[in-house]
């Protein structure tokens, strides 16, 4: 069975900081997908990266970047200089391919607080 | 501008009750969900429904059954509601192939049932 786990559920920053949010996973399966996910006072989830497990570079977009570690089966989230803007629930997820990748399991999710 | 639109925004249910959640989407996606959110859970799926009629059990289909008869809607129906049933009910939405698991979701109705 898969598992996410996310064991931070609320951390407070204050704007300009770094902050990281972690996100560990477990699954049998040697072909499989790992995403994060927004969510913002709103309500509605926004999609803002898919990895597939073969490959492991990490990946940077803006102020956001993505550390992939498969010795430690670790999906890792940094937001840098932080801003107001990014306060939110940020969900980690993952889908074995044999789902056909669609079948997402999320894990509890990180509240970020971001004070100005 | 894409979206999916669920019913509605808050219910307040009584016990017994029969539930209608609508979800309708405009993205002429194959895959639709329905997904229950609790704090500390994060998001737990109760149906997915590959294509018209067709459905698959998520985590937690007890208590829920689901309809979809055209490709744009998908229903979740509670039969009897529950006080455990009270939370946010997230649908969504994707479309199978090279950009899977990249969801499209509602805003979420959020549920109480007293």
């Known amino acids: 069975a898969q598992k996410v786990t996310q064991a931070q559920t609320e951390i407070s920053v204050v704007e300009k900081e770094d902050v990281t949010l972690d996100c560990v996973y477990e699954?049998?399966?040697?072909?499989?997908?790992l995403f994060w996910y927004k969510q913002p006072p709103s309500g509605e989830l926004v999609f803002l990266i898919r990895?597939?497990?073969?490959?492991?570079q990490n990946e940077i977009s803006g102020r956001y970047s993505w550390n992939f570690q498969k010795s430690t089966s670790s999906f890792n989230f940094t937001i840098t200089a932080s801003q107001v803007v990014d306060s939110a629930v940020y969900f980690c997820?993952?889908?074995?391919?044999?789902?056909?990748?669609?079948?997402?399991?999320f894990g509890g999710g990180t509240r970020l607080m971001v004070k100005p | 501008d894409v979206k999916v639109t669920q019913s509605s925004r808050y219910l307040v249910k009584r016990t017994g009750e029969k539930v209608f959640l609508e979800c309708v989407q405009d993205?002429?996606?194959?895959?639709m969900f329905w997904y229950r959110q609790d704090p500390g859970l994060g998001l737990r799926l109760i149906y997915f429904?590959?294509?018209?009629?067709?459905?698959e059990k998520g985590d937690i289909p007890e208590g829920y059954s689901v309809s979809r008869e055209k490709k744009e809607r998908f229903s979740l129906i509670l039969e009897s509601a529950s006080t455990n049933q009270t939370s946010m009910y997230l649908c969504a939405s994707s479309s199978p192939g090279r950009n899977t698991g990249e969801l499209f979701f509602g805003e979420g109705s959020r549920l109480t049932v007293l």
């Open positions: 429904s590959y294509d018209v009629k067709m459905k």
């Open positions: 997820a993952l889908s074995e391919a044999r789902n056909a990748g669609n079948m997402l399991t």
């Open positions: 990895r597939n497990s073969f490959d492991e």
């Open positions: 699954t049998r399966d040697t072909t499989y997908y």
């Open positions: 993205m002429d996606h194959e895959n």
